[in-house]
């Protein structure tokens, strides 16, 4: 039960990520940043016009700790978002300035 060893053949190199592929990418993420910030900022109105009222104590607690996970969450995708936007944008420069163009990695490396 030996089977004989066949080589292991790399497939095709992958090409590496051109300037579009970063400015797109900024694009949408900036997009998704803009999005998640109205949503914030909908979340904040709604809940400063509606506070939650409950008898019980243990109740308003627990409307008060979702409250304010659901607006840190809405926050956090905001930034986050906006972040990787900024930097894929800051890629895409990078990749314009250096001049390096869309040539697949191994073929960057042979001399």
Not at 34 to 50: C, D, E, F, I, P
């Amino acid at each position: 039960m030996t089977n004989p060893e066949s080589p292991i053949k790399p497939s095709d190199p992958a090409p590496r990520k051109g300037p579009l592929s970063f400015l797109s990418g900024s694009l949408t993420a900036g997009l998704l940043a803009w999005l998640a910030l109205g949503l914030s900022q909908k979340l904040v109105a709604y809940y400063a016009l509606h506070p939650p009222s409950y008898g019980s104590a243990i109740a308003q607690s627990i409307a008060t700790a979702l409250k304010t996970l659901i607006v840190g969450m809405s926050f956090l995708a905001t930034f986050s978002f906006a972040f990787i936007g900024i930097g894929l944008a800051l890629v895409f420069v990078r990749n314009l300035v250096s001049g390096s163009g869309s040539a697949p990695a191994e073929a960057a490396e042979k001399p």
